[in-house]
Protein backbone atom coordinates (compact mmCIF):
# COMPACT_ATOMS: atom_id res chain seq x y z
CA UNK A 1 0.00 0.00 0.00
CA UNK A 2 0.61 3.67 -1.36
CA UNK A 3 -0.46 6.53 0.84
CA UNK A 4 -0.40 9.49 -0.60
CA UNK A 5 -1.49 13.45 1.01
CA UNK A 6 -2.13 16.46 -0.82
CA UNK A 7 -1.29 19.61 0.49
CA UNK A 8 -1.31 23.70 -0.97
CA UNK A 9 -4.58 24.02 -2.61
CA UNK A 10 -6.19 27.33 -2.06
CA UNK A 11 -7.77 30.35 -3.51
CA UNK A 12 -5.98 32.25 -5.51
CA UNK A 13 -7.00 35.14 -7.91
CA UNK A 14 -6.58 34.82 -12.10
CA UNK A 15 -3.05 35.37 -12.99
CA UNK A 16 -1.42 33.97 -9.67
CA UNK A 17 0.44 30.76 -8.64
CA UNK A 18 -0.05 27.51 -6.26
CA UNK A 19 2.79 24.75 -5.92
CA UNK A 20 0.61 21.68 -4.88
CA UNK A 21 2.75 18.71 -2.54
CA UNK A 22 2.19 15.12 -2.05
CA UNK A 23 3.70 13.67 0.13
CA UNK A 24 3.73 9.39 -0.35
CA UNK A 25 4.29 7.22 2.63
CA UNK A 26 4.06 3.19 3.01
CA UNK A 27 5.29 0.87 0.01
CA UNK A 28 6.34 3.88 -2.16
CA UNK A 29 9.18 1.89 -3.70
CA UNK A 30 6.43 -0.06 -5.55
CA UNK A 31 5.39 3.25 -7.76
CA UNK A 32 7.70 3.95 -10.95
CA UNK A 33 5.29 7.33 -11.68
CA UNK A 34 3.60 9.90 -9.78
CA UNK A 35 0.79 11.66 -11.45
CA UNK A 36 -1.58 14.69 -10.56
CA UNK A 37 -5.09 14.84 -12.11
CA UNK A 38 -7.80 17.11 -11.43
CA UNK A 39 -11.81 17.23 -11.43
CA UNK A 40 -13.90 20.19 -11.77
CA UNK A 41 -17.87 20.56 -10.88
CA UNK A 42 -19.89 17.88 -13.49
CA UNK A 43 -16.82 16.86 -14.73
CA UNK A 44 -14.87 13.50 -15.15
CA UNK A 45 -11.28 13.12 -13.35
CA UNK A 46 -8.96 14.59 -16.36
CA UNK A 47 -5.04 13.97 -16.70
CA UNK A 48 -2.77 16.81 -15.19
CA UNK A 49 0.63 15.73 -15.42
CA UNK A 50 3.14 12.90 -14.54
CA UNK A 51 6.77 12.42 -13.36
CA UNK A 52 8.67 9.06 -13.35
CA UNK A 53 10.65 8.58 -10.15
CA UNK A 54 14.16 7.44 -11.80
CA UNK A 55 14.84 9.58 -14.47
CA UNK A 56 12.25 12.52 -14.05
CA UNK A 57 10.75 12.39 -17.36
CA UNK A 58 8.15 14.27 -17.25
CA UNK A 59 4.29 14.38 -18.97
CA UNK A 60 1.46 16.84 -19.59
CA UNK A 61 -1.55 17.47 -20.36
CA UNK A 62 -2.04 20.22 -23.20
CA UNK A 63 -4.16 22.79 -21.42
CA UNK A 64 -1.40 22.75 -18.54
CA UNK A 65 1.23 22.70 -21.22
CA UNK A 66 3.90 25.65 -20.25
CA UNK A 67 1.96 26.63 -17.30
CA UNK A 68 2.14 24.32 -15.05
CA UNK A 69 5.88 22.14 -13.79
CA UNK A 70 5.73 18.84 -11.89
CA UNK A 71 8.88 17.79 -10.13
CA UNK A 72 9.76 15.33 -7.35
CA UNK A 73 12.21 14.87 -4.44
CA UNK A 74 13.39 11.48 -4.05
CA UNK A 75 14.69 12.08 -0.63
CA UNK A 76 11.21 13.08 0.54
CA UNK A 77 8.97 10.95 -1.36
CA UNK A 78 7.59 14.10 -2.37
CA UNK A 79 5.95 15.63 -5.45
CA UNK A 80 5.06 18.65 -6.89
CA UNK A 81 3.11 20.56 -8.94
CA UNK A 82 4.14 24.17 -9.36
CA UNK A 83 1.17 25.98 -11.23
CA UNK A 84 1.55 29.59 -13.07
CA UNK A 85 -0.73 31.76 -15.25
CA UNK A 86 -3.60 30.32 -13.19
CA UNK A 87 -7.09 30.43 -15.09
CA UNK A 88 -10.76 29.92 -14.00
CA UNK A 89 -10.75 27.19 -15.67
CA UNK A 90 -8.20 25.48 -14.02
CA UNK A 91 -10.68 25.02 -10.98
CA UNK A 92 -10.90 21.74 -9.95
CA UNK A 93 -9.84 19.37 -6.71
CA UNK A 94 -6.52 18.24 -7.28
CA UNK A 95 -5.38 14.67 -6.37
CA UNK A 96 -2.19 13.37 -6.43
CA UNK A 97 -1.71 9.22 -7.80
CA UNK A 98 0.89 6.37 -7.12
CA UNK A 99 1.41 4.04 -10.58
CA UNK A 100 3.74 1.26 -11.56
CA UNK A 101 3.68 2.09 -14.89
CA UNK A 102 6.49 3.99 -16.41
CA UNK A 103 4.21 6.42 -18.46
CA UNK A 104 1.32 6.98 -16.60
CA UNK A 105 -1.53 9.31 -18.23
CA UNK A 106 -4.76 7.60 -17.67
CA UNK A 107 -6.43 7.37 -15.01
CA UNK A 108 -6.60 3.35 -15.04
CA UNK A 109 -2.51 3.42 -15.37
CA UNK A 110 -2.94 4.50 -11.48
CA UNK A 111 -3.08 2.31 -8.30
CA UNK A 112 -2.99 4.66 -5.35
CA UNK A 113 -5.07 7.74 -4.79
CA UNK A 114 -5.16 10.75 -2.22
CA UNK A 115 -8.07 12.43 -1.31
CA UNK A 116 -7.30 15.56 -3.14
CA UNK A 117 -6.86 19.43 -2.64
CA UNK A 118 -9.23 22.30 -3.85
CA UNK A 119 -7.51 24.86 -5.98
CA UNK A 120 -9.92 27.90 -6.62
CA UNK A 121 -9.14 30.75 -9.56
CA UNK A 122 -11.36 33.50 -9.34
CA UNK A 123 -11.65 36.09 -11.94
Known amino acids: QVQLVESGGGLVEDGGSLRLSCAASGRTYTSESMGWFRQAPGKGREFVAA????????YYADSVEGRFTISRDRTKDTVYLQMNSLKPEDTAVYYC????????????????WGQGTQVTVSS
Open 51 to 58: ITWIGGRT
Open 97 to 112: AASRRVRATAEFDYDY
